[in-house]
């Protein structure tokens, strides 16, 4: 059975592996990344477990809202790639998701749409207005399936490759989590 715990920094090989298994070199994240990552935003850094074994993971900040309900949402940016960002501390603000991923072995057991679940719970806990991520096209059915719309082609210039933002707005009260 899979669940859903928070990272723990022990990850970061497992997570290193993942990721290099999801994205092409100029896509992933570097292991100096992910470990700020761990450092600064294990609050939203999430794993899937089967057992002891890492099999896919989410990770984003927590941004500041342009405007408090405001239907124009702020989207993910390159320099949150490459920055360390830190998290919003108050409740409020708009989860972002730098990356999601899963272990192909693991792939089409529906451990993508937990996690997207369980970082939407928490968002909603915390009264974030809304989470946002960027896509390849071919991945955009998987989000729409969850819930997110497709807002166009991002400004993105990330590895050279052309992304979709993909938001989707939450409840504006909190939501009991289980």
Known sequence: MIKITAVDPQDLPAILRIERLGFNEAEAGTAAQYQARINQLADTF?????????VGFIVG?????????????????????????????????????????????????GIGSSLLQAIEKQAIQNQRHHIALTCLLDRVPFYEKNGYVNQGIAASAHAGEVWYNMTKLLPSQPQPLG
């Open 46 to 54: 999430l794993a899937a477990r089967d057992a002891d074994q890492l």
């Open 61 to 109: 900040p927590v941004v500041d809202a342009r405007f408090k309900y405001d239907a124009r949402f702020k989207y993910i940016e390159d320099w949150m790639y490459e920055a360390n960002v830190q998290n919003r501390a108050q409740p409020g603000g708009n989860q972002m998701i730098q990356t999601i991923t899963v272990d192909p072995d693991y792939r089409g057991q």
